[in-house]
């Protein structure tokens, strides 16, 4: 059965970083798009960033986390990672690990994603 487990999230103050892990199992996510998507208490979730097939091909990211979080993904370790720095209070979220099979963007709707991850915690706090 396929998974998609995240990893790294925790508690930093304002200003620090964090990289987040998404590790995918059950079958290869080489052919996959995959993206980050977060939710914080009482909002939707929303996009954060997705990455092509390969690794240095396109990516895309929500304009709040442009120029400050990096998408990346090592197809032989099945894993993606989301570089944050310079983290915000308004970062605190629960970050969530998805893959497609189709192309996607910052506009695709969530139920076009066909795998999702449990979800990791990332808290934003002096």
């Known amino acids: 059965q396929e998974h998609l487990v995240e990893s790294g999230g925790g508690l930093v103050q304002p200003g620090g970083s964090l990289r987040l892990s998404c590790v995918g199992s059950g079958r290869t996510f080489s052919d996959h798009f995959m993206a980050w998507f977060r939710q914080a208490p009482g909002k939707e979730r929303e996009f954060v960033a997705a990455i092509s097939w390969f690794s240095g091909g396109f990516t895309v990211y929500t304009d709040s986390v442009k120029g400050r979080f990096t998408i990346s993904r090592d197809n032989a370790d099945k894993t993606v990672h989301l570089q944050m720095n310079s983290l915000r209070s308004e970062d605190t979220a629960a970050y969530y690990c998805?893959?497609?099979?189709?192309?996607?963007?910052?506009?695709?709707?969530?139920?076009?994603?066909?795998?999702w991850g449990q979800g990791t915690q990332v808290t934003v706090s002096p």
């Open positions: 998805a893959a497609a099979r189709t192309w996607v963007d910052n506009t695709t709707p969530q139920d076009k994603y066909n795998y």
